[in-house]
Antibody
Framework: QVQLQESGPGLVKPSETLSLTCAVS?????????WGWIRQPPGKGLEWIGS???????YYNPSLKSRVTISVDTSKNQFSLKLSSVTAADTAVYYC?????????????WGQGTLVTVSS | EIVMTQSPATLSVSPGERATLSCRAS??????LAWYQQKPGQAPRLLIY???TRATGIPARFSGSGSGTEFTLTISSLQSEDFAVYYC??????????FGQGTKVEIK
């Protein structure tokens, strides 16, 4: 059974960098698929932030591209998100998820999510 | 960017009744559409992909249909555990995947 677990600070100050890690168990990241980050502001809908392919290629939402970096550490079987220059608008629950490949890019396994609040 | 528009925003349904949720794409996404269910405090759960294929373990009362720009999620007989928010997601426009704003199914 594939499981994902997000971790990282729950509070980040404005203008600083948000950093989250997603630990994957039950599947080796290096074996395949995309691995993505999605966020959900309180009471709002889902927004795709970006994804990384198992080979290391990255894909970002153009609306966030200038501030986002996603990386993978296959030795630890985890991938990470960095979002720079955060503001209150970046307050959200952040989810990591496995994203299918072969033309079917839906998200089949999700982490439980972690709330990140941007506040001084 | 492909904009996904879901309707209605809220759907009030009695247990045992049928629920029909709509999702419209701003341009054709072929059959590259997924549906998710999200309950309060939980992560989304994949229900349907390929517009009409149920994900593993999803009950048969959930069905999806449509192609191109118009899609429907039908819950044939609502159970208490089905009251939740439902999202559609297009994955035709690689690599910019977008979600609808959600439809909340509430108890009437």
């Amino acid at each position: 059974q594939v499981q994902l677990q997000e971790s990282g600070p729950g509070l980040v100050k404005p203008s600083e960098t948000l950093s989250l890690t997603c630990a994957v168990s039950g599947y080796s990241i290096s074996s395949g698929y995309y691995w993505g980050w999605i966020r959900q502001p309180p009471g709002k809908g889902l927004e795709w932030i970006g994804s990384i392919y198992h080979s290391g290629s990255t894909y970002y939402n153009p609306s966030l591209k200038s501030r986002v970096t996603i990386s993978v550490d296959t030795s630890k079987n985890q991938f990470s998100l960095k979002l720079s220059s955060v503001t209150a608008a970046d307050t959200a629950v952040y989810y990591c998820a496995r994203q299918w490949d072969y033309g079917d890019y839906y998200f089949d396994y999700w982490g439980q999510g972690t709330l990140v609040t941007v506040s001084s | 960017e492909i904009v996904m528009t879901q309707s209605p925003a809220t759907l009030s349904v009695s247990p045992g009744e049928r629920a029909t949720l709509s999702c419209r794409a701003s341009q054709s996404v072929s059959s590259n559409l997924a549906w998710y269910q999200q309950k309060p405090g939980q992560a989304p759960r994949l229900l349907i992909y390929g517009a009409s294929t149920r994900a593993t373990g999803i009950p048969a009362r959930f069905s999806g249909s449509g192609s191109g720009t118009e899609f429907t999620l039908t819950i044939s007989s609502l159970q208490s555990e089905d009251f939740a928010v439902y999202y559609c997601q297009q994955y035709n426009n690689w690599p910019l995947w977008t979600f609808g704003q959600g439809t909340k199914v509430e108890i009437k």
